[in-house]
């Protein structure tokens, strides 16, 4: 759990208002977020359209005392880290699918490019990117947006995916292989596949991970990175075409930095992967309480439904 009080403090916006008065993250409105940290195009004379910038709201602040990267000890420690917000868009746009193809792919860019400056930190563990997109995902302004947070540990969560992908000499190839015999494949773009994986938590979640095991987005190649930024667009393209405005969260999962775990269980078999779950019903009681999921559709139909939008 963490504690952070100032994240009460957070603007919010109506959806579908198309104010853009107050609205901080529209081009004209660089002076009401702190200076950024990484923007394309980098020469500041330029108009920019993606830009990464601290998040005025953080989750972890880099002025909390780091503890060893990786250490979970003792029940309390300081929320150390990095949070970033991703403005996905000069303008203000409510999808990512009113971005231009070539921009977005930029964004992926930034976003790989951060990620790899943050890797060589001695004080952090890992890092991630995730969106919340519309108001059932969390987010409170509806510009296009992500965030990228980095912690000087690594999440129990993913420390679990990981020790269990150490119990299989590939993991992620089964995964594909399987998803392959069952008809779960959505999608392919060079190396990255998209799929629904066997155990959805909601109609229409999809996995994207390349067939390769690369344990970090930031040593994707252009190809790579690339794909991602077109299927990203693609499947959530076919999911407005069937739920039109579905709200969405999608997180990015990597291997902790090579100072952390470089050689446990499960870490050289990884593969980087970007979940997208929509939402589409609440989680409610019986999520809750036992950690299941209910969905009212099977992951083969709703594979088919993605590939045939």
Partial sequence: MFVAPQRAERPTQVAGTGL??????????????????????????????????????PVVSEAAPAT???DLAGLRQPAHGVHEVLVESPTHERSILA?????????????RNRLAA???RPDLA???VFKNSGPAAGA???HVHSQLVALDFLPPLVAGKIAIAGCSSDPFGALIRQAEAEQRIVAEQGDLVALVPHAPRQPFE???????ACRHFHAADDAAVAALAALTQRIIAR???ITPRADYNWWLHQAPFASVGAHAPGVEQWHWHLEILPRLAEFAGFELATGCHITTMSPTESARRLREA
Wanted: proline share 12%; with cysteine; hydrophobic share 40%.
């Fill in 68 to 70: 060893a990267p990786g």
């Fill in 126 to 128: 890992w890092a991630f």
């Fill in 99 to 111: 971005i231009d193809a070539d921009h977005w792919r930029d964004a992926w860019q930034v976003c």
């Fill in 206 to 212: 999809t996995v994207i991970l390349p067939r390769t």
């Fill in 20 to 57: 853009t008065a107050d609205c901080p993250f529209c081009a004209g409105h660089e002076s009401r977020t702190p200076p950024a940290v990484l923007q394309c195009p980098a020469d500041p004379t330029l108009p920019w359209h993606v830009r990464l910038v601290p998040n005025q709201f």
């Fill in 118 to 120: 943050l890797s060589e």
């Fill in 239 to 241: 999911l407005n075409r």
């Fill in 140 to 142: 409170s302004l509806e």
